[in-house]
């Protein structure tokens, strides 16, 4: 069994910054990919950016410029610094993990519970 686990959200004003925080835990042989999605009530759970074993990445168009994974794959985290925070931030992020898991060795996607960003003033 897989566990990820975030931290980091909470409420900013417009123009602030946070940081969100995910742990992989469990029988894990190997992490393909690890990322972060969002959600808002009523539309799709969308790509925010992911970031690759080898450290590859790519983020949606709406957070370039402002938004950085990056991960530690001795332990198993992965991170979203969020910068100049805008209230079209706001919504439910997710982590996510492509990972392989033992006994088997398959390739399984997985999911945090979320935690809630708000952005208001």
């Known amino acids: 069994q897989v566990q990820l686990v975030e931290s980091g959200g909470g409420l900013v004003q417009p123009g602030g910054s946070l940081r969100l925080s995910c742990a992989a835990s469990?029988?894990?042989?190997?992490?393909?990919?690890m990322g972060w999605y969002r959600q808002t009530p009523g539309k799709q759970r969308e790509l925010v950016a992911v970031?690759?074993?080898?450290?590859?990445?790519n983020y949606a168009d709406s957070v370039k410029g402002r938004f950085t994974i990056s991960g530690d794959n001795a332990k198993n985290m992965v991170y979203l610094q969020m910068n100049s925070l805008k209230p079209e931030d706001t919504a439910v992020y997710y982590c996510?993990?492509?990972?392989?898991?033992?006994?088997?060795?398959?390739?399984?996607?997985?999911w945090g519970q979320g935690t809630q960003v708000t952005v208001s003033s």
């Open positions: 996510n993990a492509q990972l392989r898991t033992l006994p088997t060795v398959r390739t399984s996607t997985y």
């Open positions: 469990g029988r894990i042989f190997s992490i393909n990919t």
């Open positions: 970031i690759t074993s080898n450290g590859g990445t």
